[in-house]
């Protein structure tokens, strides 16, 4: 017998299976995928096979004889003119052989499900044998929560963090950071300050403090902790031979036990000061000048009250670190004149220029300096006073004068003459005071003296009182 061709073997086998009763070929389309559409190319759908036990198909019994179109989101219509796009002629096939469509439900809600297109060849009918993605979708849904919920856990912990930094660089003291074994895990800048060294990172205590293990010194301020929490344990640098004190504050983390060293330098500390070098800070902290100190770097190291007062700052650690020039109207420009005069003539007197607050305002202000240069350091020191005061008594003088000038010619012209002349004396003056009042607001200067903004205008051309910019 003659071997038969593989064409004609695929022949025999798709006759056998048309041959196979009507409930046992629907039986193996049902086991072979959850839902199958036999549809036609103007998708009319001529049958429908499901299974009943998947409760997220629900009943699409009513499908049958219904358009396939009244049954898909609008995203999934452009998927489907693809898998219709067979002509009634030759039934070619698509050029896609899965597609996913999304089905809507009676309630609103969809449900997406995988087809293989399969042409039967037949009045342009197409087989569609569907998988359903619902358990997919849902865990893609549950995937994307979980990665939202790191998302908003991430940024919780990154706001906790910048927080934690804002509170250990803005604190007063330095603090160190260390694990149950010695090891420095977190510090702060002013702890670089006193230890001297730029990162601390990889260190332990013990190869900074010379006062034996780390285990030992942890032992040291454990035991000073339990006594009495104020005392501290001193020790001396091991690279600098800086005497400091520590003190010790023990928690607990996941991580274990930590400790927070609060580290105090003694080397800084000087005397009882002498009567007069109290009178000194007594005066430099309750004087109304500004006082400021700073180093050769330009930045603030010290000032008093008045100061803080001027610069329109809290406490003093908001402006100690902050350059010096960041106070002055010319910022540079002006410090390098103060600095290369103060280290060049040893001081300077009644420097006018304008101070600019924290918040913007501008202030002008007299400023002496002097340079001091000793075995520690060398720093300059400013006093700032506010000249506002001055420069209005200076403007009140001149105004006093033109009076005193007029009443002088008396006598000595007509009184038609002085009368003008008084006038206009009296409504420069008027104007002045006007502006002055109103910070140099226009609108309420004129509102202020009940004229016309334009009357306005003439009258202070008249007087020479016009901005440039006006």
Not at 60 to 78: A, C, L, M, V
Not at 88 to 112: C, I, M, R, Y
Not at 366 to 389: A, P
Request: aromatic residues 8%; glycine residues 4%.
């Amino acid at each position: 017998m003659l071997s038969l061709t593989k064409r004609e073997s695929k022949v025999r086998a798709a006759d056998q299976i048309v041959r196979l009763n009507p409930d046992i070929f629907g039986d193996v389309i049902l086991r072979a995928s959850d839902i199958s559409l036999l549809i036609d190319t103007a998708g009319l759908i001529l049958e429908v096979i499901y299974n009943t036990e998947n409760t997220n198909l629900g009943d699409i019994e009513h499908w049958r004889t219904r358009n396939i179109r009244d049954f898909i989101t609008k995203e999934s219509g452009i998927k489907l003119e693809e898998i219709l796009n067979l002509t009634s002629n030759t039934n070619k096939k698509a050029e896609k052989d899965t597609v996913q469509l999304n089905h809507t439900k009676n309630d609103g809600t969809d449900f997406p499900i995988q087809y293989s297109i399969h042409p039967t060849g037949v009045n342009n009918q197409i087989l569609l044998f569907g998988r359903d993605l619902t358990q997919i979708a849902q865990a893609q849904q549950e995937l994307m929560k979980t990665q939202l919920k790191f998302e908003r856990e991430y940024d919780r912990y990154r706001s906790f963090d910048t927080k934690y930094r804002v509170i250990l660089e803005q604190c007063g003291s330095a603090f160190i950071i260390v694990d149950e074994t010695g090891n420095i895990i977190d510090f702060n800048k002013k702890a670089n300050t006193i230890i001297e060294k730029s990162d601390l990172q990889h260190l332990t205590l013990e190869d900074l403090i010379n006062q034996g293990t780390s285990i030992e010194i942890l032992n040291e301020l454990e035991t000073l902790n339990k006594n009495a929490p104020s005392n501290a344990l001193t020790a001396k640098l091991k690279e600098s031979n800086k005497k400091v004190q520590l003190k010790g504050t023990f928690f607990r983390s996941n991580e274990g036990v930590h400790t927070l060293i609060r580290l105090n330098s003694l080397t800084s500390q000087k005397a009882p000061h002498s009567r007069e070098k109290l009178y000194l800070s007594d005066l430099y902290q309750k004087t109304t000048d500004a006082f400021v100190f700073i180093d050769e770097a330009g930045k603030i190291v010290d000032t008093n009250d008045s100061f803080l007062t001027l610069s329109e700052n809290a406490n003093v650690d908001e402006v100690v670190g902050k350059s010096f020039s960041d106070f002055l109207r010319n910022t540079t420009t002006d410090l390098k004149i103060l600095t290369d005069n103060s280290k060049k003539l040893g001081k300077i007197r009644n420097y006018a220029t304008d101070f600019i607050t924290t918040f913007g305002s501008k202030i002008p202000v007299t400023i002496s300096s002097t340079w001091v240069s000793n075995e520690d350091d060398d720093f300059y020191g400013f006093i700032l006073r506010d000249s506002s005061n001055i420069e209005f008594e200076k403007q009140n003088d001149n105004e006093q004068h033109s009076w005193e000038a007029t009443t002088k010619l008396v006598g000595s012209a007509p009184l038609k003459e002085l009368v003008a002349q008084t006038g206009d004396i009296a409504e420069r003056i008027c104007l002045q005071t006007a502006l002055n009042l109103t910070n140099n607001n226009k609108v309420a200067a004129a509102d202020l003296l009940s004229l016309s903004r334009q009357s306005l205008y003439v009258k202070l051309r008249k007087h020479n009182l016009l901005d440039n910019k006006d």
